[in-house]
């Protein structure tokens, strides 16, 4: 019995150094796809409880997309929007490979979170939420023109870089920590809101820590880059 149990023991090892293996990524990239895993959850966990006294991200519809991408901003061209951020990284990138391996680690994920996995919401008549108009009473039924007439969120999340260095010194002022020690990783989030009373569109750097005591990464600050209303 030990020995069956020694040997399936030695099988499973075998087939999951396979599979590595047979992955084609180097170990850098499986550190990435590790590592995204981690910081992928931890947003998309953090998307599902949202503030009351935050109206416009009420999750009454939330869908994230699977790929790693930093930009996604859905605003009518007419509308003023702040330029988009991008974080620029010295290392080389992703391969294919890395990438469709990190979009079925997403997948898997959202599908346990119980979170719908697809790409953006498309209302191009649906103008922003500061147009001028009034916004419908609570309860109203009417909705803008081109405006859908129940809130739907859509959340990109994009490939973590090591450390804060590639956010603007002027945007970490507003936060004491140095981040200077410990495991630290920044990625992207854009949040899009559209509902009747139109929609916005807001990017965030959000950086993660591995608290020594606790397993996993978790939200240690959030800064707003850049938006559109």
Known sequence: MVGARYVACV?????FLLIEGCDNLSPSERELAHTDAEVFEAVARSELVVPIDDSSRLPRFLRIDSRPVDNTALLPPQSTASPEFVLESDS???SSAAI????????AILERLGI???GPFFFPGCEGVRTGEAAPAPGATSSRAGCPPQWRRYVTIGLPRRGVGLIPEKVRRTEPRSFDSGEVWTVL???TSIGSGGQDWKQYAWVLTRDPERAGLGLAARFL???AE
Do not use: M
Not at 11 to 15: D, S, V, Y
Not at 100 to 107: A, E
């Open 189 to 191: 989030v854009t949040e």
């Open 92 to 94: 080389v990138l992703p």
């Open 100 to 107: 469709n391996r990190i979009g079925q680690d997403r997948r």
């Open 116 to 118: 719908e996995e697809g």
């Open 225 to 227: 880059l850049s938006w």
């Open 11 to 15: 099988a499973l090892a075998a087939a």
